[in-house]
């Protein structure tokens, strides 16, 4: 409610309003997830007659930020002074896209007896409200105004997760799928920068600018929205507990259930979403007045 009053206060009291777009890079990244690749291997020995094993394993870490990809938004603008800015934005993030990836396969003298693999994917969707000061360095003598500005950043983010397991062994296949998406809570932060203006007429000014923000979100809530094993849906089976999950700050776990833990929401701890970027805008400053 806080952010409509704020948002239609600005709409009121606007001398100014701007349309940006652009696309962020990630920044200040965390760890994603782990690709691993595991392959056992039976060979015979062709002196002794004897099966050698062999394992090989290779792992790599995934680091990134969801708070990267293409952005649109818009702000308006309230002018203090040609020196002091406040702008009230809303932008509109498309995030990354991440998937990380466990490949196991036993082969048996050149015959694949097994293999399995799970992947998950992870993307994020989010709307961000950014306040923000806008300091300008001003000389009518100059046609290029910089600036610089900064401010605080409140995001309400779509965080979803796929889940994929897949397995062949001795002429068996199994598929599994299970997609969670996560919910509740705004991610908050920092964002700041600096630009340039380049006035195109008394109406229209082009601008430029890098965007730094440094935000991590953390779900309160967690659903299991769907299940399948082998293409059919089993969402049905997952007790309550299982399905949805609330993440706290403390978790004690008993390995003897009571029926209104069945019956209840999992937890688990809180963990963050990394949601920070550099982005480069580019945009139009529009006066009516």
Not at 139 to 155: E, H, I, K, Q
Not at 226 to 242: K, Q
Request: aromatic residues 12%.
């Amino acid at each position: 409610m806080t952010l409509i009053v704020m948002s239609f206060w600005g709409f009121a009291q606007a001398q100014s309003f701007k349309i940006t777009t652009g696309y962020g890079f990630p920044w200040m990244t965390q760890q994603i997830g782990t690709n691993t690749l595991t392959t056992s291997t039976t060979t015979l020995d062709a002196n002794t007659n004897s099966e050698i094993n062999r394992v090989t394993y290779t792992s790599q870490n995934v680091k990134g930020s969801y708070g990267g990809g293409w952005n649109i938004g818009g702000s308006y603008v309230h002018e203090f002074s040609k020196y002091l800015n406040l702008e009230l934005g809303l932008t509109y993030s498309l995030g990354k896209t991440y998937t990380t990836e466990s490949i196991y396969t036993h082969v048996n003298q050149s015959v694949v007896e097994s293999f399995s693999s799970e992947s998950e994917t992870s993307k994020s969707r989010s709307f961000l409200f950014t306040p923000t000061l806008k300091f300008m360095i001003y000389d009518r003598r100059r046609r290029v105004t910089p600036y610089v500005f900064a401010g605080p950043v409140l995001s309400k983010v779509n965080f979803t997760q796929e889940l994929k397991k897949y397995s062949e062994e001795n002429g068996a296949v199994e598929a599994e799928s299970r997609s969670t998406k996560f919910k509740g809570g705004i991610g908050f932060g920092i964002r700041a920068g600096g630009g340039l203006y380049v006035p195109l007429n008394k109406k229209f000014s082009f601008f430029s600018e890098v965007v730094f923000t440094g935000m991590n979100y953390y779900p309160k809530e967690g659903e299991i929205t769907r299940y399948t094993i082998n293409g059919e849906d089993n969402l049905g089976s997952l007790t309550p507990n299982v399905r949805n999950t609330t993440y706290v700050n403390k978790v004690t776990t008993d390995s003897q259930h009571t029926p209104d833990e069945l019956n209840s929401p999992g937890k688990s701890l809180r963990f963050p979403v990394a949601m920070s970027s550099m982005s480069i805008n580019v945009g139009i400053l529009v006066k009516p007045r």
